[in-house]
Structure formats: structure tokens, C-alpha cells
């Protein structure tokens, strides 16, 4: 009974709540504080709730390494990690992020010491244009995370939401192969 | 940051080595760690947003245009339209016709009528839903066809044929006892680079000139036509390059940059316009769509004695490259075979469909999926292999175009088909190996029967000009400057992704015996470079790399002639140092020869020079050639109407390997783009209307798509090339289309003649 009670008021502050920010937003200029651990350093924002997590970090933050390549969270251009799992960033709302750790490529090199998997794809011709560079980069370290010594078919299908329109894929697959075998 | 280099760049610049080495890119540190400033990324504060207002409808009339409810908006700094363009009202990279606002009439969806500029994109979007426009529908012109046979009123002043071009060639009568015919159609193809379109425009103080930072591929091509928009003298209009995220053609035409610059200009602040991917496929052009008819005579034995053809390519709303485009496709009907006699006729129209012009092929794609449907019927009425009947046409240096000229190239076409027949079929059983459903056409999910699985091979060959064509000069000019042990280059050619940064500094290492080689920034406080198309930076740009840094070298001989008192003449380059070739202990290193000393020189490389084409399609048009052959191997579930690459093999005359892992990279990457035409990719027009505009429903091969390649690259140096290498940028991606499409053909045993084929051309 107890436990009834408890669940219903929740749910009535939280339609309040709701019903609150939905007149906050309608009205504009609603936004909400988070703090994210960016790059291992605390950082505490004022964002709009609707805020993507990936225009929090472009444009709130400045840290532009992280690229919009299709609006439709088709491309993966955008993928981070939160909580070190990789993320497309477009398929978060910044708010979502509070209270989490976010990396982005800016974050993986100690100072002028690249990471491993930023020196694979530059030895091994990894990219061309670059613009889907960073995203491939976080989404391939996720994979080795999680598999340290993948097969080039593992490699393909974890990544078949990551687009590149340059290279054909296969000098990719090289660099985290080579990464993974380094 | 983009260009110029880092000290990061440098020290990679340090490790890496000569024309002929695999040399990895000097931007490559930046863009691995996302510090490469893309358009999108350039910071500055206080900037304004811009956003372009697109008519909704493909032909109609502008009846009322009402901004006044725009202003109402708070945030709202400058809302322009057709009235406020100060200069020339129309820009194109042939012939001007296209606004830069529609005023009276509109000719395309997605055409701009007006542009705003805010404080934020949010303002933007709103000021734009505020502003009035009242159409008058009017008929739209969506089939090419009508634009030819004159049943449409003309849309636009220049009337609805932009091109018609013949080429005759020999005897219009000669024929032979074999006959074959065919009609073949080519769907909208995108470029879809990654990097949307960006750019920031920075006025000067009291708006007397403006500096525009953007991804182009063609710096001085977009100032000359932006200059004469805002009506502003060249010397008033800054390009700098920003990073390019690819491009493939799809930005060699102005989009934003009018817009941007304007809006700048009028509100006297900085104006950043960035698309996001709907927009961009309204926003730039596209490939063209084709329809083909072909008919080959030959004799018995299977050797060409005339070919028959048709094009027709649908240009859209207004004329680009449209008609540069059709002396591709019309000179290139014989493809990489020997023909005397020919009956070609082209068009490009004028349509209410989206403007179609550059992309990687360029008019070339359309021809050889023609051209190659039409060798295998030709292989199959002489029961000849398809391998065997191309290498019985192969053309051959010296041999004679329908078009007159003369291939003065190295062109193994014969190599190029024997060394692709040489590389292996794959080892990969019919439908993958072992039980993964991955490897099965369509996928884990689309659940292709393996039972009904069937393999097919198929070939595609290909010639491709390179290099501007009918006149053109279109140059190349570079500056390189030797100071203490230091080259420094500069440049206006357009970094895209294709990794021009990369050769440029193999060539002033190779030449000039440093380790370091700086690349000044890219913009256009230098001479042309010309476009990154047409398979042309190597070679031009290349070219007057190696021109300017051969005069310092010169100059360099001589002063260190006068400091030994000898014969600058006996002077050679040996590692890093100058050396007396008749007293070889006599060395001294470029560094301390160079200490305190500046030696620059700018050069300009101009390639021979082409001609027109006479009305019956006769001149020698073009600079120079390439060519490629392709071999596909697919399975394909012909009741599903899936289908999975398997393999590509490749062998391409790239006459030298500059970077052979810069090469290889471009062979993949094309091939991807080919394998996209041929099973996936287009843009699905209804009356005028783009019915995919985003990567949801515009399919781009993935990981998963990309099938293995095999890749043999031939290195027939060409005497004709400044560095004995030709481009190799798009040769990749133009005959791998017809190889797969053969393939489909013979996995399935029907006739297919569309791209992309689609599911329901493979089990219907």
C-alpha cells in the first residue's frame, strides 16, 4: 500500500514536472544546469533540455572534433563515449548526460602522445577527408573494448552504423586490425 | 586548424619520404585528433547564423514575396532576397544562368528565393517560416524526353536544350553481320560527402570586400562567380580553404557561398551558413540521370565496326557542367575500344528536376554502363568470352577516337584486362562461408534462401579523359620558397581528402633534398589552381609543384655555383645535400647552403593545349586518358533481389605511384562509389520532387557493403605527364558499376539495364 502510494505521487510530481517544463519550453529560454565529466574535467552548463548531446559538446563546450554528418543518427560521425560505452551523440539529449563521463576524441591522446587507435588509422591510411575520422576512431575503441581481438567480419558488423564516403572501408579495418594486433 | 601544417605536422613531415613512398598525410594528426577545423568548425565569436529560404515547388511563379513579417522577428539582423544581389544576378560555371535568388519564377524544389541572417540557427528557422510566398503553379517539366521533342514551353530564357552534340565519325553506313542493341538508364546519384556545406563569410570595415572561408573544390572558379554577384572587384574577395569533408564533385558549383558573403556584407558582421543534410541534398547538384541507346556492329569475329548511340542526360533546372557532361558521354561512347565509324547524338536539357552536374566520372559513368552492356551482348552473339572480345577491340596509343584525336597516352587497355584476369576469384563459397547469415545477400536480415543463391562474374573496362577538355586552360600555379633548410609551398588547390597536400611535399622533398616541407595556408592570395576535378591536381597541380621547386632547385645550383666558383651545371641533389657530380667530395647540405639564403619561384603549368568540337563532334577535345578494368563477383538471391558483392578485382593505369597507399585508397573509395550506383544509390524524383533526402532512405554502402579488392596497379610511366603519373581519382568508380551489373546479369541470367538494379529488377 505504502509502496502504491509512494509510486503514485512520484508519478504526480513528475507529471507536474513535465507539465512545468513543457510551458518552460513553449515559452523559450527554459534551461537546465548539468554538470558533465568532459574529458576527465567537471563541467557545469546551463543547456536547453531539447539540447543534443552532440551540440553540447560542439557548441556549448567548443569541442568541434565530434562532427554532424546526417541529422538522422545514420552516419555515426558523431559517436563518443559516455560512460566509456561508444554513443552516436545525436541520439542523447545532453541533459541525459548529467551526472555522466563523456569522452570525446579531443580526450583519448595524453598531450602530444597519440592513442593507439589515432596512430593505426593515421599509419594506415585510415581516412582521407577526415570527417568521419573521430567518430570511427571512438567507435573502434569501443569495439576493442569490448572485443580486444576481433576478426575483420566482428570488425565489420560493429561498425556498420559508422558511414565513411572516402576510403572504402578497408584501410579502416586495417588500422583497428593493426591497432588491435599492435 | 586545417592548413597551414602544425608543428605536429612537421615533425610527421620529418618521417616521411620521397615521391614513390607511402607516405601518410600531413594533416593526418589533426583530423585523428579531431583538431582539423572542418567549414563547420571555424570558431568565431558573435558571429551571425544565415539559413536560405527553397521554393517548395518545382515550377511555378513568384506572385507576392512578402519578408516584412521576418523583421518582426526578434534576433533578425539582414533579410535578403533577389532585389538586394548588388552585382551580376545569375552565376554557373559555364554559362550564367542560374539567380541567386529566384525573383519571378522558380524552376526547382529546393531553389533559393531569400536568405536570412540571426543570432541563432532557432531565429533563422523561424524568420524563414515567417516570410510570404504566394506561388502560381505551373507545369513542371520532369521528362527529358519533352525538353528534346520541343512539346514544353521553355522554362528558362536559354530555352530547354542546354547541349545537343553529335559525333560523326567514318562511314554512317558501314555495318557488319553481327548487330547488337540496347537501352540503358542511369538513375540520380549524390555525391553524399560527409562534410556538409559550411561556410563563414568576414566582411571588411565599411563593406568594401569580404573574406569567405569554405569548402570548395574550386577556389578561384567560386571567387570569379562570387565577385560578380556581389559586384565587387576580384581583388575585394578573399577565399581562404576551410576543411573539406570530401566533396566528389558536389561542390565544384557554388551553393552557399553568395548567400553567405552577402549576408555578411549587409549586416557588416561575420555570417556563418551551415546545411544540415536534407538541405544539402537540395543544395548542391547531383549526377546526372541518363537514358541510353546504344546499337554495335560488328563483324563475326566480334571487332567493332560501328557503333550507334543516344544520350540523353537530364540537366535539371539550370546548365553547370551539363554541357561539359555531354562531350564526356558522347566522345567516350566507344569506350576503351577501337571504332572507326560512328553515329553519336546527345543531349543535355533543361528540366524542373534538381540541377545535375559534376561527380566523380562525370559523364563517363553514363557512357560505360552503355558501352559495356553493350560488349557482353556483343560477346555472347560471337560465343566470346567477355574477356575475349574486349581484348580483341583494346585500343592502343596511337589509335584514333571517333572524335578524330588521337590517344598520344601510354593506354594499356590490354594489360589492364589481362592483369585483372590474372588476380584471383575469390576462395568465398556461393553464399559465404560456414553458416553466418551475414555473408549472405542482404544480410542477417533479409533472409536470402542459401539454396537459391547463384554467382555471377562480370567485366567493366573503362577510359576516362583527364584534365579540362574543348579549349580550356585550365592551369595550375605554385609557389615554393627554400629558406634555411625549409621549403615552404603554396597553393590554391582545394584539399578535399584526396591527399594533393601528401604529393605536394613528396615532390619538394624528392626534388629538393629537405626533410621539411611547410604548406602555406590555401587560399586565393596566389594564382589559380583550378578545380579538384577532372582527375587533374596530380597532374596539374603536380605539375606546377614540381615546376616552381625545379627553379629554386635551379637557383640553388647557381648559388652554390658561385659560392664554389663552378659550373652550377655539374651541380646534383644526393640525400640532403648539393654535390659537385665531377668532384663528388665536393658536397654541402641544402640546409647550410640555404642558411640566410631565400630562393622563390612561382610557376604556372599549363597543359598542350585542346580544341572545340565541330558540330560533327570532331577535334581532339580532350588533354589526356586514362584506363581501368574491373571484374565483379557477386552472389545473388534472384527471389529476394538481393545481391552481395563479393569481390572486385582491379588493375588501373596509373602510370606512376606517387603514394601507392594514397593510390590504393582512392581505387577502394571509388569502387565503393561504384558499388553504390550500380545495387543502391539514387535519388528517387517524383514530378520534380526528391523523395530521399537523407541518409535513411538514400542507401550508402556501409562497412558490411564493401566487398575484398584486389588491386593491381600498372605503372607505364606517361611521357606526357609532368611526373609520369596520371590521376587516378576517378577511373576507380566508373567501370566497377557495369562489371557488377554484368555480374547481376550473369548470376540470373536476365537482362538488366537500369542502375541502381533494384529488388524488383532482379525477381519480377
Known sequence: MMHGLRKWGMMTSVISEISALVGHVLSGGYTVQITVNVNGTAQTSDVEPRQLLVHYVRETLGLTGTNVGCDTSSCGACTLHVNGQSTKSCTMLAVQADGQSVTTIEGIAKGDELHPMQKAFMENHGLQCGYCTPGMVMAAIGILDENPKPTEDEVRVALEGNLCRCTGYHNIVKSILACANG | MGYPVTDSEVL????????????????????VRGEFRFASDLPMEGALWGATLRSLHPHARIKRLDVTPAWAIPGVEAIITAEDVPGKSTYGLIFADQPVFASDVVRYVGEPIAAVAADHPETCRKALAAIVVEYELLEPLTDPERAVDGSHPPIHPDGNVIRHQRVLCGDSSATGPVVVEGSYEMGMQDQAFLGLEAALALPDPGGAGVELHVATQAMHEDLHQIAACLGLPEDKVRLVLAGVGGAFGGREDLS???????????????????????????????????????????????????????FLLDGGAYASTSSAVLVNAVTHAQGPYVCHNAVVDGWSVRTNNPPCGAMRGFGVVQACFAHEGQMDKLAAACGL???????????????????????????????????????????????GYGDDPMRLPGGAGLTADRSHIRRGIGWGVAIKNMMYSEGFDDYSTARCVLEDGVATLKFATAEVGQGFVTI?????????GVDEVRLDRIDTTIGSAGSTSASRQTWMSGGAVDMACRRVRERLFEHVGQLWATDPIRLVIEGDCVVDTVDP???????????GVRLAETAEYHHPPTEPLDENGQGACHTAFAFVAHRAVVDVDPQLGLVKVVQIATAQDIGVALNPLSVIGQLEGGIAQGLGLAVMEEIVMQDGRIRNPSFTDYLL?????????LASLIEEPDPRAPLGAKGVGEPPCISVTPAIVAAIRDAIGKDLHRVPVRPQDICL
Request: proline share 7%; net charge positive.
Open chain 2, 701 to 709: 554502402p556501409t562497412f558490411l557493403d564493401m566487398p575484398a579488392v
Open chain 2, 585 to 595: 667530395a665536393r658536397r654541402i647540405s641544402v640546409s647550410d647552403a640555404t642558411s
Open chain 2, 504 to 512: 605536394a611535399q613528396q615532390i619538394a622533398r624528392t626534388l629538393l
Open chain 2, 12 to 31: 610527421i613531415g620529418r618521417r616521411n619520404g620521397l615521391i614513390g613512398d607511402s607516405v601518410i598525410r600531413p594533416d593526418g594528426v589533426e583530423k
Open chain 2, 256 to 310: 552557399l557561398q553568395v548567400h553567405t558573403c552577402l549576408l555578411a556584407l549587409r549586416t557588416g558582421r561575420p555570417v556563418r551558413v551551415h546545411y544540415g543534410r536534407e538541405e544539402s541534398f537540395l543544395g548542391h547538384i547531383h549526377r546526372h540521370p541518363a537514358t541510353i541507346w546504344m546499337r554495335h556492329h560488328a563483324t563475326s569475329d566480334g571487332r567493332i565496326v560501328k557503333i550507334e548511340a543516344r
Open chain 2, 385 to 431: 568470352s567477355p574477356v575475349e572480345v574486349r581484348l580483341r577491340n583494346a585500343m592502343r596509343t596511337g589509335d584514333r577516337l571517333i572524335t578524330g584525336q588521337v590517344i598520344e597516352n601510354v593506354a594499356p587497355v590490354e594489360r589492364c584486362i589481362r592483369e585483372t584476369d590474372a588476380l584471383p576469384l575469390p576462395d568465398e563459397p556461393i553464399g
